[in-house]
Each structure stands twice: as C-alpha cells, then as structure tokens.
Nanobody, 117 residues
C-alpha cells in the first residue's frame, strides 16, 4: 500500500524559509513522479513542483521558480523535500505531496504553510 506523509509546514514571516518533507512508503515501481501541490480555499489547486524518478527531471511553477527546490533523499529515496526560500504571503496554502504511479495518483495529507507579511 502506497502511503505518503507530509510534514514541515508552519508559520513564517515573509522572506523566510521552510522545508517540507514527504515520507513515502509502499512504492515498488522504479518509474514514478512526485509532486507538491498547493491549495488555497476558493482557488484552483496549483502544481508547485514535480520530479520524475526515472530521469530526475523537475518542473516548477513560474510563481516559485528560483525560490523553491524539489529534491529527494539520495540515500533512501524514501523522502521528497520542498525547500521554500524567500517566502511570500501569496505562498500561503495547504501543501500536498502526490505520487503518480502506474497511472494512479496517491495523495498525502496536507500541511499548512502560512506566510505573514
């Protein structure tokens, strides 16, 4: 059973940093993609960043390019991180990690990120 556990959210002042973690278990495929997606009430979900396990390619939304970095644990590859620097109030959202495996989506629970101005 695939399970994802997100953590690391919190309250930070504008300009600060947070590091989100997504602990992943139960994945038996070598080829899958991991994403960080954020949701603000009343707005559409936004894919913030993705990474492909097969080729290491990454994607960043324009709104976070140059500020956010997605990575994985090089030793175990059982954790995916989102380093968020130079945070802005508009980054405030619930952040979810998601795995895309063999045509299916698996979601972790969200972690709240609040950036105060």
């Amino acid at each position: 059973e695939v399970q994802l556990q997100a953590s690391g959210g919190g309250l930070v002042q504008a300009g600060g940093s947070l590091r989100l973690s997504c602990a992943v278990s139960g994945i038996t495929f070598d080829d899958y993609a991991m994403s960080w997606i954020r949701q603000v009430p009343g707005k559409e979900r936004e894919v913030v960043s993705c990474t492909s396990k097969s080729d290491g390619s990454t994607y960043y939304a324009d709104s976070v390019k140059g500020r956010f970095t997605i990575s994985s644990d090089s030793n175990t590859e059982n954790e995916v991180f989102l380093q968020m620097n130079s945070l802005k109030p508009e980054d405030t959202a619930v952040y979810y990690c998601k795995a895309f495996i063999a045509g299916l989506d698996y979601w972790g629970q969200g972690t709240q990120v609040t950036v105060s101005s």
